[in-house]
């Protein structure tokens, strides 16, 4: 099993910044990618951005050059800069780790808890 523990999000104008951390815990070894998915209300979960154990990202396209994942030299942190934030990006963001890939929602493997991310002016 694999736990993962999530910390940022808030409450930011248009046009801010926001830094979401993940650490994950337990059986680690078997994770290839740790990422993140939001859900706004009314809407279905979905992709932001992935990275896996070798530092390959993906980000979802119409977030690209706003947001970005990294992960640290420790394997099991990951965090996402958010920056110039809009308001559509709000939204509860979860953090989510599988041990292949990142895809629909359905089939991700562990998820964190959500972290409420909210742009408003």
């Known amino acids: 099993q694999v736990q993962l523990a999530v910390s940022g999000g808030g409450l930011v104008q248009p046009g801010g910044s926001l830094r979401l951390s993940c650490v994950a815990s337990g059986s680690i070894g078997s994770i290839n990618v740790i990422g993140w998915y939001r859900q706004a209300p009314g809407k279905q979960r979905e992709l932001v951005a992935g990275i896996t154990r070798g530092r390959r990202t993906n980000y979802a396209d119409t977030l690209k050059g706003r947001f970005t994942i990294t992960r640290g030299n420790a394997e099991n942190t990951v965090a996402m800069q958010m920056n110039s934030l809009k308001l559509e990006d709000t939204a509860v963001y979860y953090c989510?780790?599988?041990?292949?890939?990142?895809?629909?929602?359905?089939?991700?493997?562990?998820w964190g808890q959500g972290t409420q991310v909210t742009v408003s002016s």
């Open positions: 989510a780790a599988d041990r292949y890939a990142l895809g629909t929602s359905s089939s991700v493997d562990y």
